[in-house]
């Protein structure tokens, strides 16, 4: 059984009514974050650790797409989810490619867990450089 059968991507406006669609971006949101971050945690582990067969399998693009939005995650209620999902700009990021989020987010624009891939992405101080040059601080 694979749990990526049932996350959904590219969806355009609100399938379902407001607070399903909330509660199920939520749940597939977090599903795509904690296995990429599980992912991310092995491989960290085995780094540490001296592995020395550390090869790409091809199988690290199996879920590797999120959405970088500090105004989703904050939405406390289904109506300011909904209206940051139309008002808001929110990035997706795809297969750890985050050309799309340097170029056009500001630093207000990027959750936690986008802070923390940034920052692994681009070491700490250039992550740092980073968000003061869009107007913020990691």
Known sequence: M???????FGIEGTPAPTKAF???WILQESLRRTLLFSFYLVQTYRIMSGCKMLQCDGRL???HSWTVSAY????MTPLEFAEAWRDKDHYVVTNAIFNGVLAEAKADDIDVFGRIMISSLLGRDEAEGWFASKGGKL
């Open 72 to 75: 989703l995650w904050s939405a």
């Open 61 to 63: 693009g199996l879920c």
């Open 2 to 8: 694979s749990l990526f059968s049932y996350a959904q």
């Open 22 to 24: 909330w509660q199920d």
